[in-house]
């Protein structure tokens, strides 16, 4: 016999690179409450289900009615339980994968966003930050959409209408973890904007054709010829990598600048620099998008609410 499960109580899991985050859901999408602990777990499966049991427990309490989504979740499931990418390209309607829960531990049923798959040489994944573009198409009334995922890797998502067009992949966080090792908040306290927008300038100019590699063998040499203070490097560097990143995106998406409205998701630093430097190379319409990911999760939650799925009793 099919029955319908009444609307659950949704709570909402991301696993970033550096903490699992918790949101409590209100019936009408509005945040109760949210958490979050330090990520990733040594051990998949058991951890995992121990992790969000740790994290959010007295949610837990009573266990009927309630629902769990998953984000970025998918490399910390036993073998064989995550669902199939999205491939690109496809609609941000309500994926399929999603009605199709999965049992962890002791959980209540968990639904997972699947990661998103992109076919090609080099290939691509965007995973659990890729929820964002739910909440930011919910929210944007705009038809063309460029959407920068700022995590670890840097994803700039093309949307047309509700349509995942395409993406691209920049490694810049990791070429500048490797040429400036340190804390990672060092970049934060000794931030100097005049050798950031000097570090734009220079992947700009005249000099662009020859690349990156030949842009940052002159850091050393503007330091000696006294056009650098040394404790400027940090920030001259990092305008060179970003510089070269949008040099790169401007090349894979000529038509997006200037009037092709830009969403940025990530930390408020990280957004203010690529804020700034998106309107040095002429973007008109540049905002970042607040709490993208847990008003993603909500979507998703929502959708599955209007539309349930059907369990055998």
């Known amino acids: ?6 609307a659950p109580r949704w709570i909402g899991l991301y696993a970033g690179p550096r903490h699992l985050s918790a949101f409590r859901y209100a019936p009408d999408g509005e945040v109760l409450d949210r958490r979050s602990v330090p990520w990733p777990p040594t051990q998949a499966g058991a951890e995992l289900a121990g992790a969000i049991t740790g994290l959010c427990s007295d949610w837990l309490d009573p266990p009927t009615h309630i629902g769990l989504l998953g984000a970025g979740l998918d490399r910390w499931l036993p073998r064989g339980m995550a669902p199939p990418p999205l491939e690109v390209p496809f609609d ?25 798959d992109q076919q090609g040489i080099p290939p691509g994944r965007i995973s659990g930050q890729g ?8 929210s944007s009334s705009a038809t063309d959409l460029l959407i920068g995922l700022l995590g670890e890797q840097h994803q700039w998502v093309r949307l047309d209408g509700s349509r995942v067009r395409r993406f691209f992949s920049f490694a810049t966080p990791s ?30 100019g005249e000099d662009r054709q020859a690349g990156l590699l030949a842009s940052l063998a002159t850091p050393q040499a503007l330091v000696d010829s006294g056009h ?12 060179l ?9 401007d090349r894979v998406e000529p038509d997006a600048a200037p009037g092709c409205p830009v969403i940025l998701v990530g930390a408020e630093s990280s957004c203010l620099r690529y804020a700034r430097a998106l309107q040095l190379f002429g973007y008109e319409h540049v905002e970042r998008a607040r709490h993208a990911i847990e ?6 939650a929502s959708g599955l609410t209007q539309h349930p799925p059907v369990h055998e009793a």
């Open 1 to 6: 016999m099919d029955s319908v499960l009444p």
């Open 92 to 116: 941000l309607a309500l994926p399929a994968t999603w009605r199709t829960p999965v049992r962890l531990g002791g959980l209540p049923p968990l639904y997972l966003l699947p990661e998103i």
């Open 131 to 138: 929820v964002a573009l739910f909440g930011i198409r919910a």
């Open 175 to 204: 070429l500048q973890r490797l040429l400036s090792p340190g804390p990672a908040d060092q970049d934060d306290q000794d931030w100097h904007t005049g050798a950031f927008d000097f570090g734009l300038a220079v992947a700009r």
């Open 228 to 239: 650098l203070q040394a404790t400027e490097l940090g920030s001259f560097r990092h305008g």
């Open 241 to 249: 990598l970003i510089g070269h990143e949008l040099l790169g995106l």
């Open 295 to 300: 008003r993603g999760l909500w979507q998703l």
